[in-house]
Nanobody, 116 residues
């Protein structure tokens, strides 16, 4: 079955950095686009970054442009989100997501807290 497992979240001070990982299994990873979403309490889940299967197309929400970098290692079946210059408003649960045959698959999420 399709499985997505996030890791790398934690507590960091404003201006700090974290690198999130999403380990994928159960599908042909290199042919599937991957996304990172985040959700803060009481707010809508928000698309943060997108990367196509081969990595040729990448998009970010405006609020993270220049600070976050999405990448993937298809040999490791892993997608990453490097987060730099973190701000308190980045605090959220971060989820890895894809869509296969019309069905969305989500990881369990990893908590990122940016606070002094």
């Amino acid at each position: 079955q399709v499985q997505l497992v996030e890791s790398g979240g934690g507590l960091v001070q404003p201006g700090g950095s974290l690198r999130l990982s999403c380990a994928a299994s159960g599908f042909t990873f290199s042919s599937v686009a991957m996304s990172w979403y985040r959700q803060a309490p009481g707010k809508e889940r928000e698309l943060v970054a997108f990367i196509s299967g081969a990595g040729g197309s990448i998009n970010y929400v405006d609020s993270v442009k220049g600070r976050f970098t999405i990448s993937r290692d298809n040999a490791k079946n892993t997608v990453y989100l490097q987060m730099n210059s973190l701000k308190p408003e980045d605090t959220a649960v971060y989820y890895c997501k894809n869509r296969i045959l019309g069905r969305d698959y989500w990881g369990q999420g990893t908590q990122v807290t940016v606070s002094s």
